[in-house]
């Protein structure tokens, strides 16, 4: 069965700290790994990978993904208290479907 | 450029009554997802519709749920005689997904249902 397994399930850092979150992945058929950031409201869209090595950035967020190992991290530098959120990851296979895992809850702290 | 939009944001039920919840998707899209969450757990695929037509619904309960996404208006995600499980929160994405394309689902502030 297709699964997205992240760690840690929570983590709380101080601000200007440097975090990585952590996404493994079974699935047949892959076709892309996403992140996306949720506070009290919708999915917020972070990044999309489907080539393995390619880093993503965006501001203080990067992201890359490695097929061989079937999993994908997500680093974010110099925390800031808006940082603080759940950061999910989900997956596309053959379905256009999106699989997610359960998160990781990110505080970050003054 | 309007994004995904759901309504209403907060629908609260009886136990036995019917829920309907709307979703628009962002101008472009054509495809439409259903998403749950419940408390304290992840997003569950629910149903993936284009319109007029029900791609995958292998994630809809067998029971009481059905999704529909007509030539015309919103996509509308019907539950019927609700009971307090279905309580959570129903977000709806959308794509504009092509064959062999993949791209990302924007998503919508979601309804929060409440089943009293």
């Known amino acids: 069965e297709d699964k997205v397994v992240q760690s840690p399930l929570s983590l709380v850092v101080h601000e200007g700290d440097t975090v990585t979150l952590n996404c493994s992945y079974e699935?047949?058929?892959?076709?892309?790994l996403l992140w996306y950031k949720q506070e009290k409201k919708a999915p917020t869209f972070l990044f999309m990978l489907t080539s393995s090595g390619i880093e993503k950035k965006s501001g203080r967020l990067s992201s890359i993904l490695d097929k061989k190992e079937l999993f994908s991290i997500l680093n974010i530098t110099a925390t800031q208290t808006g940082d603080s959120a759940i950061y999910l990851c989900a997956f596309t296979g053959t379905a256009s479907k999106l699989t997610f895992g359960t998160g990781t809850r990110l505080q970050v702290t003054l | 450029n309007a994004g995904v939009m759901q309504n209403p944001r907060h629908l609260v039920r009886r136990r036995g009554q019917e829920a309907r919840l709307r979703c628009s998707p962002m101008k472009g899209h054509s495809h439409v997802y259903w998403y749950r969450q419940l408390p304290e757990e992840g997003l569950k695929f629910m149903v993936y519709?284009?319109?007029?037509?029900?791609?995958?619904e292998s994630g809809m309960p067998k029971e009481r749920f059905s999704a529909e996404f007509p030539k015309e208006g919103p996509s509308i995600l019907r539950i019927q005689q609700v009971v307090r499980g279905d309580s959570a929160a129903y977000f709806c994405a959308s794509s504009p997904i092509q064959t062999g394309i993949t791209y990302e689902q924007y998503f919508g502030p979601g309804t929060r249902l409440t089943v009293t």
């Open positions: 519709l284009q319109k007029e037509n029900i791609i995958d």
């Open positions: 699935v047949t058929n892959f076709r892309s």
